[in-house]
């Protein structure tokens, strides 16, 4: 019985990720990746999906995703981020100078997973965003924008006394989407396609040592696969 993860993403730059990226690296750890699921904004089967707004909907969308499939040898995470995460969230404790910490993190994740009590479900939140992980790697940036090294390099200088990628967050100004949109202008335009450009290009040994949480996010699934180390 094959292993197979479906991934609930935030949008369409985490949706790209995981088809473009994440799906042939777990297949090599003998885990089939499914067609990922864009976060629901309201409850209605037509309503446009993509950004993490609205809990109630998130929450009956899963709950349907969980019954629909019955599979024993399916496992079921969450993509999205913890900026913007709205308040009703389950265990949502409120950042601190705009920023969480990860044991803030990691208990609202524990949170999820009380209020879900699905045992294939392991939910999982992206500090700050997953634009951490793009600035995870300087160097593949300035390799597909040459012409914004200097701006780049300067944006390297100023996370340069961070702990990880992760902790990168300010507010609205200084979070990882605008410190990127202000080191390169229009980024914002298209930052599902730059961010699978910078990440296909990247070396993710660098990206998982500048993004620790994503880093044991992902050897989960790789420890799954192999070894099945989560329970059946």
């Given at each position: 019985m094959s292993k197979r993860l479906l991934v609930y993403v935030e949008g369409q730059t985490e949706e790209l990720f995981v088809n473009r990226i994440l799906r042939?690296?777990?297949a090599a750890h003998g885990v089939k990746?499914?067609?990922?699921?864009?976060?629901?904004t309201r409850r209605e089967a037509t309503a446009q999906r993509g950004g993490f707004t609205n809990w109630?909907?998130?929450a009956f969308d899963l709950r349907r995703l969980f019954a629909d499939d019955p599979d024993p040898s399916l496992r079921f995470t969450t993509l999205l981020d913890v900026y913007a995460l709205p308040s009703v969230t389950p265990g949502y404790e409120a950042p601190a100078e705009h920023r969480?910490?990860?044991?803030m993190v990691a208990r609202m994740?524990?949170?999820w997973q009380s209020h879900f009590d699905e045992p294939r479900f392991r939910p999982y939140l992206q500090r700050h965003e997953f634009e951490a992980l793009v600035?995870?790697?300087?160097?593949a940036l300035k390799a597909i924008f040459p012409e914004r090294i200097e701006p780049i390099d300067a944006l390297a200088r100023t996370t340069a006394g961070v702990p990880s990628r992760e902790d990168v967050n300010g507010g609205p100004d200084t979070h990882p989407s605008a410190r990127l949109e202000a080191a390169i202008p229009g980024y914002g335009l298209r930052k599902p396609d730059y961010g699978l450009f910078?990440?296909?290009h990247a070396d993710m040994g660098t990206v998982r040592a500048s993004c620790p949480r994503f880093d044991e996010w992902l050897r989960t699934w790789e420890?799954?696969?192999?070894d099945n180390t989560l329970p059946d």
């Open positions: 042939s690296h777990l990746v499914e067609r990922p699921i864009l976060a629901a109630d909907a998130v969480r910490p990860p044991e994740e524990d949170a600035l995870g790697d300087y160097e910078v990440l296909q420890e799954w696969g192999a």
